[in-house]
């Protein structure tokens, strides 16, 4: 009897400690909470792994050093929350840097050169619009029925800012400060005392090469030419030497652009060695020294790959050496 009872009193033990048991196990409600709990925290894991590779994005594209955080400007989260670390050797190395800087493109970031090169772009696209749209109201206009003189009136009006925005846009210009230095271009380019150059050196060309007998017009015009250069060389403050160098081959560039648009009739006229001549002579009296026909042609190819005028060297050069 004493076994049975202590039987008995055993089962009646394991019989609580079950239900004990059971009283502990997690409800559905708590399971729920846990589960979201964990999931909110991967999901911030996961957004500071983002963040840290945006970061690392940014230093590469700048050429910066990313633990700096200079030029990021990422050493804050956007939303003030602090980042979330990432573990060791994550993102750290340079594959993986390389693997973000390709694949993830959603972390690219809008900077104010890439806007900035959007806008130039467009701008330069509606100049390019108009100026075919002059092209094609003038096909009837040739240099053979045009007479320049300094006594009156020019026989017709060209927009010459327009073309010289149209030159500063098209320009190459070292990459690594593009679009400074093309601001830099374009302002001075588009002044006043600018668009007189180009007026001027236009009309010089098409008299040294299309009205015979023009050579007491020729030197007039060069006369305002020299004041307007020493007044415009005098107001650039910086970046002398980029504009000095350049600038003569934009005012070339520019007046090919004018016979091109605005005398579209005589294209026949327009030839690889006519184009060369002009970057000569108008390279020639702007610099104020005597240039080589092979260099001017390289420079020409450099700074408007689009437009300098191709073909054989030897024969283009072998022209202007002959008209001079």
């Not at 150059?197 to 009309?203: G, K, S, V, Y």
């Not at 026909?293 to 420079?299: G, I, K, W």
Request: glycine share 4%; net charge neutral.
């Amino acid at each position: 009897a004493s076994a049975l009872g202590a039987t008995l009193d055993g089962d009646e033990v394991d019989a609580q400690l079950e239900k004990m048991l059971e009283d502990d196990k997690p409800t559905a409600d708590q399971r729920a909470a846990v589960s979201k709990e964990m999931t909110n925290l991967l999901v911030r894991r996961l957004d500071g792994l983002q963040r840290l590779a945006l970061v690392w994005q940014n230093a590469a594209d700048s050429d910066v050093d990313p633990h700096s955080m200079e030029r990021t400007g990422l050493a804050r989260d956007p939303r003030g929350e602090e980042e979330e670390s990432a573990p060791s050797g994550s993102v750290t190395g340079p594959e993986t840097r390389k693997r973000v800087k390709e694949d993830d493109s959603r972390f690219k970031m809008p900077t104010r050169d890439t806007e900035a090169t959007e806008k130039e772009l467009s701008a330069l696209e509606s100049l390019r619009r108009e100026l075919h749209a002059a092209e094609s109201s003038l096909m009837g206009r040739m240099v053979e029925n045009i007479v320049f003189s300094m006594d009156r009136a020019p026989p017709f009006n060209v927009p010459w800012k327009k073309i010289l925005r149209y030159t500063a846009l098209t320009m190459k210009v070292p990459a690594t400060r593009s679009n400074a230095l093309q601001k830099h271009l374009k302002f001075f380019c588009t002044k006043s005392v600018s668009c007189q150059i180009l007026r001027n050196m236009f009309w010089y060309i098409h008299c040294y090469s299309f009205q015979t007998g023009s050579e007491a017009t020729q030197d007039a015009i060069l006369g305002p030419v020299a004041s307007s250069m020493t007044s415009l060389l005098s107001m650039v403050k910086t970046n002398k030497e980029f504009f000095h160098t350049r600038f003569p081959y934009a005012i070339a560039f520019g007046v090919l652009q004018t016979f091109f648009y605005y005398v579209p009739g005589s294209r026949s006229h327009y030839t690889r060695a006519f184009r060369l001549q002009v970057y000569v002579v108008v390279c020639r009296l702007l610099f104020g020294f005597d240039v080589c026909a092979v260099t001017v042609l390289r420079t020409a190819e450099a700074y408007f790959p689009e437009e300098a005028p191709a073909g054989s060297e030897a024969a283009a050069a072998l022209s202007v050496a002959q008209r001079r």
